[in-house]
Every structure is written in structure tokens, then in C-alpha cells.
Nanobody, 124 residues
Framework: QVVDSGGGSLQPGGSLRLSCTASGLTLDYDVIGWLRQAPGKEREGISYIKSTGGSSDGAAHFAESVKGRFAISRDSAKNTVYLDMNSLKPEDSAVYYC???????????????WGRGTQVTVSS
């Protein structure tokens, strides 16, 4: 089960934290990623991180569109990953999906289990 949460509406320049908790999956599925889809656009992978393991396994990956503004972190004990979004722009508005896969990536095909998505709206 993958549960994503934390979306909301806010003004440009604001910050928001999304959370994703995965449970009931085998250890092979320990990469948690975030992808987003804006109306009329294809889904875009924005970040992923390995959810368990040692500190060297926690390397974070970001798409260019969010690099420097978004951060991803994990609480291995809770099998939870957080996406901290800063300096939000109207173009960041989208449904954000948490997904779990065996190796990570920025494509839908890199993930096998998905949350239902959480809406983020950035507007003045």
C-alpha cells in the first residue's frame, strides 16, 4: 500500500511538504519517487530516493525543473519519504503521485506501486 498526502493550495513563493508511506511491500521495492501531472500534460518524474538502507544508499535525485527548490528525505524507521517543496510557482500546480519501484527513475515504467495522488495548487 502506498499512501501520499500533504497537498494543498498556496500562493507563489510558498512551501509545502508532501509525505509518502509505503507498507506491505517486499524489500526489493525500496525506491520511493514523486511524479506529477498537470492538466493536459504528461506525467513528469521529479524526484526519487531509496527508502531504506545506509546513508550512502540515500542519494536523492531530482529533475531539472525542481532542482534547487525541492528536497527529498526519508524516515527509514517509518518507511516514509518526504518531499519538501520550496519557492513554489504556478507551474508547479499538479497532482503529485508517490510511487514505489525497485530501482527508481523518472518514468512511469520505473515504478510498480502508486499512491492515489495529492493535489497541489499554486496561485495568487
Amino acid at each position: 500500500q502506498v499512501v501520499d498526502s500533504g497537498g494543498g493550495s498556496l500562493q507563489p513563493g510558498g512551501s509545502l511538504r508532501l509525505s509518502c508511506t509505503a507498507s506491505g511491500l517486499t524489500l526489493d521495492y525500496d525506491v520511493i519517487g514523486w511524479l506529477r501531472q498537470a492538466p493536459g500534460k504528461e506525467r513528469e518524474g521529479i524526484s526519487y530516493i531509496k527508502s531504506t538502507g545506509g546513508s550512502s544508499d540515500g542519494a536523492a535525485h531530482f529533475a531539472e525543473s525542481v532542482k534547487g527548490r525541492f528536497a527529498i528525505s526519508r524516515d527509514s524507521a517509518k518507511n516514509t519519504v518526504y518531499l519538501d517543496m520550496n519557492s513554489l510557482k504556478p507551474e508547479d500546480s499538479a497532482v503529485y503521485y508517490c510511487a514505489v519501484g525497485p530501482w527508481g527513475g523518472f518514468d512511469d515504467a520505473d515504478f510498480d506501486y502508486w499512491g492515489r495522488g495529492t493535489q497541489v495548487t499554486v496561485s495568487s
